[in-house]
């Protein structure tokens, strides 16, 4: 599998933009950037998803650089609820695979 | 629409015990994962089933785990005998397809004296 690089952590203030990067030099044409987030005590949570093209949805925006070897997860707006650890996964979907955690990013935010 | 239901949530067992975590998916969905997470560690695949198939259980120490997802639906993981080791946090999650958005339940926190 396809594996990415992550800061181990990054710190945030509330209301601020976010930008979690997330390295991935050995992706493949069939895999999608996916994020999913864990909260603490929690099980992970799905964020977003994308291949090729920037992608938004209500909890954040995905922009992929254009040779894929790399990608921003964007929180427009931090809040406490926010702080979790982030996981950036490259998923073959047309495999079937599950995901693939690594140690993610945790992310601070603070008022 | 309920969420991927888990039990226990929490477990204290004393080592060579056996101890069994019981996971019911969402409704619907096809396929379900096991996942064993250590503190400060990213979850790490067990076992994937697709209905009642286990199709993925390279990471599944065969030798004490054992699981089962009789009828397709609801899913148990064994550990037999538990080892000190085996201390941490067990994730079921399911999702539509082996393709699709992956749902976690609150997982099954595990204690080995």
């Known amino acids: 599998d396809a594996k990415t690089t992550q800061p181990n952590s990054m710190e945030s203030n509330e209301e601020e933009p976010v930008h979690l990067p997330c390295n991935h030099s050995?992706?493949?044409?069939?895999?999608?950037i996916h994020w999913y987030r864990q909260l603490p005590s929690q099980g992970p949570e799905y964020v977003i998803h994308g291949l090729t093209s920037n992608v938004n949805n209500r909890m954040a925006s995905l922009a992929i650089a254009e040779d894929r070897k790399s990608s921003t997860l964007i929180l427009h707006r931090a809040t406490l609820r926010d702080a979790a650890v982030y996981y950036c996964i490259l998923r073959d979907v047309q495999a079937g695979t599950a995901l693939i955690f690594g140690k993610g990013t945790t992310l601070s935010v603070s008022s | 629409e309920a969420g991927v239901v888990q039990s226990p949530r929490y477990k204290i067992i004393e080592k060579k015990q056996p101890v069994a975590f019981w996971c019911n998916p969402i409704s619907g969905h096809n396929t379900l994962y096991w996942y064993l997470q250590n503190l400060g560690q990213g979850p790490e695949l067990l076992i994937r089933?697709?209905?009642?198939?286990?199709?993925?259980d390279s990471q599944l120490p065969k030798d004490r785990f054992s699981a089962e997802r009789l009828k397709g639906v609801d899913s148990t993981l064994k550990i037999q005998p538990a080892e000190l080791g085996d201390s941490a946090v067990y994730l079921c999650?399911?999702?539509?397809?082996?393709?699709?958005?992956?749902?976690f339940g609150e997982g099954s926190r595990l204690t080995v004296l």
């Open positions: 089933y697709e209905n009642e198939e286990a199709v993925d």
């Open positions: 050995t992706i493949s044409g069939t895999d999608y």
């Open positions: 999650a399911s999702s539509v397809t082996s393709a699709g958005e992956l749902f």
